[in-house]
């Protein structure tokens, strides 16, 4: 979805959504289509500017924004303090003198840029992550930088001679991608995917395929020359300017929202013009100076997919796994599973980003006992995700909770009960407190962190590729946007407590740290999930859904592997009998603790909030 604070547009294209699906297919009896890595994945997604500041001296600048929303330019302006407290209006922005917040937020730059990510690959590696989702790097004003200027360069400010880059981009045609320029933020980027690949970590790039902004090549020369220009059908014009007939310049935005210009499709998806550009710049990023596929990107999240015909995600696809047959893509879509199905027949995507499952976790973990379902229903929500998909599929979706279209995993326990997550158009009113002024933002307490907890216990061990929106493994908390883009905490950075709400009242003081005992149970969990590969790549089966109790238990197995999870979402602790078949023991991944058998059953002992793992075994 598009990242700028848009209540209004953000409720018209979830109400539009339905409409552009068509063709409801069943699913395929076929060998499976998905590459075989991308179900050992554990995702981390990274939003660029606010992961870490690597390289001070590349620092947005006041012009380097011009063009981004908001349209007004901002009468004074610097980079953002990275550990300044989140809702407080410094004193730069006060002099701006506006009201609304969302304006000072969408203004805010932190200085995060690809040295930053290179520079904390080390702690992705010992955090246990193998798979990185970027949000958009593209040449951008905006600090979300779904409004392109290019697709063919990496943003300059994210590289280290941002002048220079403009320099060479300046004198460049883009309609000849066999001249297209190596900038060095470009030159950054590969440096990326090669020390990310040196470490196992591969990498998928965010493709923002139906608009780009307005400050890109094409509509700025468009917008100049009008049909005079060669860009002239790249977009979805309503009027050029016209003295005699009366007209001026206007054209479609992305659901009316003038900062996104759309691309021009027709009934096979984009026109030509703009479909050859991105075919080249997929293949600029997928073989980088032709040196082939190891050097470039691993495949793509692409973004708004229902906004473009199915015919051209086919044609890209082929295109895609020519280059590289293993790539992985996947789609935001957001939609009901039958409305998904379509584009996960294997000629299109291989998975997408998996609301579904996050929506029937909240209901079953996080929903108040009035919006909740009970255990039963969540099995049978969780047997139909895993069913209706083509073979493979289940196991490389992206199973997620939070994202830059979120609000935090942290934050939505914080105030569960206060909107159903499914319903996707009121979540997103209610969880932006531009929106809800009840919506709290306060840090969670230690009952809140272990459902967390809980969750990711869940996630790691579930079938689905997990995937942790950076900073949830460190305790950010937030609402939705802008609250869910904070700066990530490191350790060595100082931060400001929160003490501020959104309308700048004061609250009740909020420490910002690293939470180190949070850090360390997202590190355990990962290491179950890799060390065990019935996690991973094994069969599922539930074992207990009891409405009564509220525990829900299930086996995991592969091979020689046999790993049972239990959930306890309850305020007591839970004794938990379960039939023992032909293993005699069992030990806690969690604990190393033993259990036995006796009379032919384990009984297991599990703390409330909590959950457990046990790996089986038929020894003494």
């Known amino acids: 979805m598009k990242k700028g604070i848009y209540p209004l547009f953000i409720v018209v294209v979830l109400m539009s959504l339905s409409k552009a699906m068509a063709n409801i297919a069943e699913p395929k009896e076929s060998a499976e289509f998905v590459p075989e890595w991308a179900k050992n994945a554990i995702w981390y997604q990274i939003f660029p500017e606010r992961f870490r500041n690597g390289d001070p001296s590349n620092d947005p600048t006041m012009a380097s924004i011009a063009g981004a929303d908001p349209a007004e330019p901002a009468k004074s302006w610097r980079v953002h303090p990275w550990g300044s407290d989140w809702y407080e209006r410094l004193d730069y922005e006060q002099q ?26 080390d702690y992705l590696q010992q955090l246990g992550i193998n798979a990185i989702y970027l949000n958009p790097v593209f040449q951008s004003p905006s600090l979300h930088k779904y409004d392109s200027s290019s697709l063919h360069h990496i943003d300059p400010y994210f590289g280290p001679d941002p002048q220079g880059d403009l320099a060479l981009i300046a004198n460049e045609n883009p309609l000849q991608p066999e001249a297209w320029v190596w900038t060095a933020a470009d030159k950054l980027a590969l440096k990326l995917i090669s020390e990310a690949h040196a470490k196992g970590i591969r990498i998928i790039f965010d493709g923002v395929f139906n608009h780009m902004g307005i400050t890109n090549f094409a509509f700025v020369d468009l917008k100049k020359n009008q049909q005079a220009s060669p860009f002239k059908d790249w977009f979805d014009i309503v009027s050029f300017d016209d003295a005699k007939a009366g007209t001026t310049f206007d054209y479609q935005g992305w659901f009316g929202v003038k900062s996104l210009p759309e691309f021009k499709e027709d009934e096979f998806g984009l026109v030509s013009g703009p479909r050859n550009y991105v075919f080249a710049a997929t293949q600029r990023w997928m073989n ?87 255990a039963t229903e969540f099995d049978k929500k969780l047997a139909y995700l895993r069913n209706i998909y083509p073979k493979g599929v289940p196991y490389v979706v992206q199973n997620l909770f939070d994202s830059h279209d979120s609000n935090r995993l942290a934050s939505h326990i914080v105030n569960q009960g206060k909107t159903n997550f499914r319903d996707w158009t009121n979540y997103h009113l209610q969880s932006q407190v531009s929106q809800n002024p009840n919506y709290l933002v306060r840090k969670p307490n230690a009952q809140e962190r272990q459902l967390q907890q809980l969750f990711v216990l869940l996630q790691m061990t579930y079938v689905g590729a997990p995937m942790i929106y950076y900073g949830d493994e460190v305790g950010i908390w937030g609402a939705n946007d802008p609250g869910n883009r904070k700066p990530m905490l490191w350790s060595d950075i100082k931060y400001q407590d ?100 006796h009379e032919g059953k384990f009984s297991i002992e599990v703390k409330a909030g909590s959950g457990e793992i046990l790996s089986l075994s038929a020894g003494q």
């Open 96 to 121: 701006n003198g506006e009201p609304e917040l969302w304006k000072h937020m969408l203004r805010r730059r932190y200085g995060g840029d690809l040295q930053g990510i290179i520079d904390k690959l």
């Open 498 to 597: 929160e003490q501020r709400n959104p309308d700048g009242s004061t609250r009740p003081t909020d420490k910002v740290e690293v939470d180190n005992d949070l850090l360390a149970y997202y590190q355990q969990l990962i290491a179950i999930r890799n060390t065990n590969s019935a996690l991973r790549i094994g069969t599922y089966q539930t074992m207990l859904a009891d409405n009564d109790s509220e525990i829900f238990a299930f086996a995991r197995q592969h091979n020689d592997e046999t790993v049972w999870v239990i959930l306890n979402k309850t305020k007591q602790d839970k004794t938990v009998t379960l039939p023992a078949g032909a293993w005699r023991q069992a030990q806690s991944l969690l604990t190393k603790s033993l259990s036995k058998t």
């Open 288 to 374: 980088p100076m032709g040196k082939g596929k190891e050097f470039g990107i691993d495949g793509w999240r692409l973004d708004v997919a229902f906004c473009i015909a199915h015919p051209f995600w086919k044609d890209w696809r082929k295109l895609v796994k020519s280059l590289n047959p293993q790539a992985y893509l996947t789609a935001e879509i957001v939609e009901t599973p039958e409305n998904v199905l379509p584009y996960l027949q294997g000629d299109e995507f291989d998975g997408e980003m998996n609301y579904n499952f996050a929506f029937a976790v909240a209901e079953f973990l996080f929903n108040q006992p009035d919006n909740a379902i009970t």
